[in-house]
């Protein structure tokens, strides 16, 4: 049991320590809130910008 403790432990580091693991740990997060955000912030935008409108009765 020890042995495939150490296995794991080896391959678990070894994958943590790779850049794409750590450059994904920082732009997932990134990501998921700009897809949070970004819907909101441009709904918000686009309801400012149609409320203002000029009505012309003839």
């Known amino acids: 049991m020890d042995k495939v403790m150490a296995v794991f432990i080896r391959e678990y580091l070894e994958r943590v320590r790779r850049k794409s693991f750590i450059i994904g740990l ?4 990134l990501f998921m809130s700009a897809v949070i955000v970004l819907p909101l912030w441009l709904s918000r935008v686009e309801a400012e910008t149609a409320s203002r409108g000029l009505l012309l009765d003839a």
């Open 26 to 29: 920082i732009l997932v997060p």
